[in-house]
């Protein structure tokens, strides 16, 4: 019993997951608007719960799935992006008579997602990291009628099964070699994978598998087209959640598991680190379509975190803690003042080819203020301006960089950031200082309390770090014992 | 408090002027800030002690405890006038946008605030964190302004600074991490306190880490100043500036002071300081050589103005590079000194541009005629910029040339020769578009209106005033200049 109150924020989403499809059932299209306040409730239910739940420590079902800081922080960080998620999917699910399979397919990826969060065997996150990845194939495919969405699903899907074998291929080599799955359990018997070419084997395969989930370059070919094609609300829990997912899965693999082979895959992630972050951003530079411009800057800031991996002291792991935190907020509200953009397009023409272009951001500061007024911090923090969450994160994740000694990784990391503020001015530009003849429009409330909850959370990051500062490093003090 | 209040102030007024609706209330916020700043800065400057080099009025709070940031603010004689500075324009500036008509008054107001307050933010600042907070924040209200009231050329002038100065606070930002680093290793705990990591520079074991960082926080400020060749984002931005933006810009003297503060302490301990003097030196004298030249062969009046800045920032890294408390405590002058004379100069052209519709010195002619206010402050101006004696250009140029002549006679030779050209781009301009005969084609022009008058002709006062009078604010730079001297000597450099 004990455990399953452990488990009570997963439980609730589950339960509000399921009640949302049985009514949906029973209701109308035109009263289906009720599921979204549903869902956006049992997120809020089960955040509370991990709040309060803060500071747990336990190890549950024959120690597959562990409570700690980590994970009570990584299940913070996807609550908070679902939340984002239901709250702005209101407004776009209105009217939809499948709303309460999206709903409910966005809460079952957030139960994934934070499964993940918690598992302690190779098993268990192989299983969630599926239950997250099927529930999002669906979601990135949710307009059937659209060319763009089927592409960017199909795409998703092919290639997230393809990683999902590699993955499994990989781990299958891990349980071949130490005869467990246990992720503390491979950390002790690593000695069979550290003599053996097959530890290798199995890096590689691991690097690939999660590569894909978290779009490093080489393996990033994916995201672009689907976070486009996918509907603006789903590519916000997309880049700013699922791929937190891979990137709390990766910790757990690498730095726990196999921390063994620490010098084989760290020198990996360093080139993959250098090469996901320059191109994300030499490539964003040049898109006039917002939400591929995103996706590319999208790469380039899982380029930063993966720094972490590289770096590898407490203070960097906080740092990319606390990065995939903040980039939850900043991502997962640009993508949401996105989708308002198009929501506002598409209601004005439903014929518009590329709802997104940045032509359609003309003019924004006066027709939709609030919209624009958070995009606009949202894309200052992606840049790293003091006095957002971006910067507080940068502030930790290079500075640690250099603290290690790595001062080229910081050297290139820092042009990169400074590089990626051009394109993310001329969003700004756009907004503010380009002229439009259109009028000013309403904006939907649903979007703008997503957006403000997402502004919130950017600026109580940049104002007053200490809190998420601390909790980063509480969580990355799971990942290596002992701690700073 | 004091402090925290002529800091937070601007700020403040600044989301609330966003929320007006006319012109009226906009403005009137905007000189009630400023104002209020005003008589803030006086009170602390008269209860200011310019007879010891420490820092005054010190606030200090907790904020990040885990990663040793602090809130802590003070100001000490390098400061102290260039908040003085900020705050005696501000209001002027105010005045003289009185009567503009402008789309948006209120963000433009707002604008002006949000600089004023982070400007005098990272003069206030005595942790490195805060610093470059406020530091970065200077860039996002002039980016907006530029790029929303700028000339035909904006959105490309907004961009360039933005970028070309972001990427210099980056690497300062690396320098920075280095200090913070190399401290933190050396006694186990987290500290951003800039007079503390100042004092620690020198247990730095590795000398190229040294060197490292003082390149890195070096090239910071003078890509800010700032001084030939990472000058290049000046003109664009000064020029498709409006001419309150252009006004904020050489109000933001962070670059130099950056370099009194912050570089001049580090220097004595660097492993090289022999180098690092001469980079400072030959960086100022090629600006002011350079910045003059250019200036010369402009069209445009307000081009002109601006690369005579870049000329005359250069006397500020010569200065430092002088080492001597007159050449230091000159350069130190020349900040607050060529504050004023620009923006009145900034002011003057743009009411010419206003009543004429042309910058362009050959298509003038004759003004005096027509505007003998506009023309008896901008003469007044234009031979203080040129280094007439009894007005503040010339005490800081003297100061600065025949202090560094002691350590460095050769780049003080090169810096003479650009006096000449200096007097002749600065009286070809005046006697080109405000005498002679006056050019009809021009049309009705009147006088600039007593809101300019009264702004533009106050700001030149004081430029004869502390051009006859500079003991005010020079005494408080020499005492600081003097505690960096002897810091020197001490380490035999």
Redesign the interface.
């Given at each position: 019993m004990m455990d399953l109150m452990l488990l009570a924020p997963e439980l609730t989403l589950a339960v509000t997951g399921l009640a949302v499809l049985l009514i949906g059932l029973f209701l109308p299209v035109g009263s289906k608007k009720i599921l979204g306040f549903i869902a956006s409730i049992g997120v809020l239910a089960a955040l509370a719960l991990t709040v309060t739940s803060l500071g747990t420590e336990a190890m549950m079902f024959n120690d597959t799935l562990s409570i700690d800081a980590l994970s009570q922080f990584f299940k913070i960080v996807f609550l908070v992006v679902a939340l984002l998620f239901t709250i702005a999917s209101i407004k776009y699910m209105e009217g939809n008579k499948n709303a309460e399979e999206f709903f409910s397919l966005g809460l079952f990826a957030t139960i994934g997602m934070m499964f993940v969060a918690s598992a302690n065997d190779l098993m268990v996150l192989f299983v969630a990291f599926e239950l997250a990845s099927l529930a999002t194939y669906a979601l990135a495919g949710f307009e059937k009628t659209n060319q763009k969405s089927l592409e960017a699903s199909m795409k998703y899907f092919m290639i997230g099964s393809l990683s999902a074998a590699l993955l499994l291929f990989g781990i299958s080599f891990i349980y071949g070699m130490t005869g467990t799955t246990n992720i503390p359990a491979i950390a002790e018997n690593a000695a069979g994978l550290v003599t053996n070419p097959i530890g290798i084997v199995a890096v590689i395969l691991l690097i690939a598998g999660f590569g894909f989930k978290i779009a490093l370059v080489p393996f990033h070919m994916w995201a672009p087209d689907t976070y486009q094609g996918s509907p603006s609300v789903v590519s916000s829990l997309l880049a700013a959640g699922s791929k937190k997912m891979g990137i709390v899965a990766a910790f757990k693999v690498f730095i726990v598991a196999l921390i063994a082979l620490q010098v084989e895959w760290q020198t990996v992630f360093a080139i993959l680190a250098v090469v996901t972050m320059t191109y994300g951003n030499v490539v964003a530079v040049t898109q006039t379509s917002v939400k591929r411009m995103l996706a590319y800057s999208s790469l380039a800031q899982a380029g930063y975190i993966s720094m972490a991996f590289v770096v590898l002291t407490p203070l960097a792991l906080s740092g990319g803690i606390l990065y995939a935190l903040s980039h939850g907020f900043m991502k997962a509200g640009a993508f949401i003042a996105t989708a308002a953009v198009v929501y506002m397009v598409l209601s004005e023409n439903k014929d518009t080819e590329d709802p997104d272009h940045l032509d359609n951001f003309r003019g924004l500061g006066r027709r939709m203020p609030i919209t624009a007024l958070s995009m606009t911090i949202f894309v200052?923090a992606l840049a790293g301006?003091?006095?957002t969450a971006g910067?507080t994160s940068k502030?930790?994740l290079?500075?640690s960089t250099?603290?290690a000694g790595f001062?080229w990784l910081?050297?290139i990391a820092?042009?990169n950031?400074?590089l990626s503020?051009?394109y993310y001015?001329?969003i700004v530009?756009y907004m503010?200082?380009l002229p439009t003849d259109a009028d000013k429009v309403s904006e939907p409330l649903p979007y703008t309390i997503a957006l403000v909850i997402a502004v919130i959370g950017v600026l109580a990051i940049g104002f007053w770090?200490?809190p998420f500062?601390?909790w980063a490093?509480e969580a990355a003090k799971v990942l290596i014992p002992g701690g700073i | 408090m004091i402090l925290s209040l002529i800091v937070l102030i601007p700020l403040i007024f600044a989301a609330l002027t966003l929320l007006t609706k006319t012109k009226e209330q906009a403005r009137g916020m905007a000189l009630v800030a400023t104002v209020a700043v005003l008589i803030l800065t006086l009170y602390m400057y008269f209860n200011f002690d310019s007879t010891i080099a420490t820092n005054q009025f010190e606030e200090m709070y907790q904020w990040v405890p885990s990663l040793g940031i602090t809130y802590h603010l003070g100001v000490d004689g390098i400061a102290m006038p260039l908040i003085l500075l900020n705050a005696i324009v501000l209001p002027f500036l105010i005045l003289y946008t009185w009567n503009d008509d402008r789309k948006a008054p209120n963000k433009f107001y707002a604008l002006i605030l949000a600089t004023e307050g982070a400007a005098i933010g990272v003069f206030a600042a005595l942790d490195f964190f805060l610093f470059y907070i406020f530091w970065e924040l200077t860039l996002i209200p002039l980016f907006f302004m530029v790029s929303i009231w700028g000339g035909p050329n904006k959105h490309h002038a907004s961009i360039k600074f933005f970028i070309y100065t972001h990427v210099a606070s980056l690497v300062m930002l690396l320098g920075i991490f280095g200090l913070y680093f190399a401290a933190w290793d050396a006694t186990g705990v987290p500290n951003l306190d800039i007079p503390y990591l100042l004092s620690q520079f020198q247990f730095i074991e590795s000398g190229l880490m040294k060197d490292l960082i003082f390149l890195a926080l070096l090239f910071g400020f003078i890509v800010k100043l700032p001084v030939v060749p990472f000058h290049s984002w000046q003109p664009d931005a000064y020029t498709e500036a409006p001419t309150a933006g252009s006004v904020l810009f050489v109000m933001l003297k962070i670059g130099g002071y950056g370099i009194f503060k912050i570089m001049l302490p580090l220097l004595p301990f660097t492993a090289s300081p022999d180098l690092m003097i001469t980079i400072l030196a030959a960086l100022g004298a090629v600006s002011i050589i350079y910045g003059a030249f250019v200036a010369l062969s402009q069209r445009d009046l307000k081009r002109m103005i601006v690369y005579s800045s870049v000329s005359h920032m250069g006397y500020v890294t010569l200065g430092a590079a002088g080492l001597v408390s007159l050449s230091v405590s000159g350069a130190m002058f020349q900040q607050f000194s060529h504050g004023l004379i620009m923006s009145v100069m900034f002011m003057a052209s743009g009411v010419i541009n206003a009543a004429t519709g042309t910058r362009i010195i050959n298509d003038l002619g004759g003004l005096a005629q027509k505007m003998p206010k506009l023309a008896v402050i901008m003469v007044l101006t234009f031979m203080a910029s040129l280094g007439l004696p009894g007005l503040t250009g010339f005490v800081a140029e003297v100061s600065v040339l025949s202090g560094t002549f002691v350590n460095l006679p050769v780049y003080v030779m090169i810096a003479l020769l650009a006096i000449v050209i200096t007097a002749a781009y600065h009286l070809w301009a005046l006697q080109r578009a405000m005498f002679g005969v006056f050019n009809e084609k021009l049309g009705t022009i009147v006088d600039i209106n007593s809101y300019q008058t009264l702004s533009m002709g106050l700001i030149a006062m004081l430029i004869l005033y502390f051009g006859l009078n500079p003991s005010p604010v020079l005494d408080m730079m020499l005492t600081n200049s003097e505690n960096i001297i002897s810091l020197m000597a001490a380490m035999g450099v």
């Open positions: 200052f301006i003091p006095l910067f502030f930790v290079f500075s250099i603290q001062v910081a050297v820092i042009l950031s400074a503020l051009y001015a001329k530009k503010y200082f770090p200490e500062s601390y490093m | -």
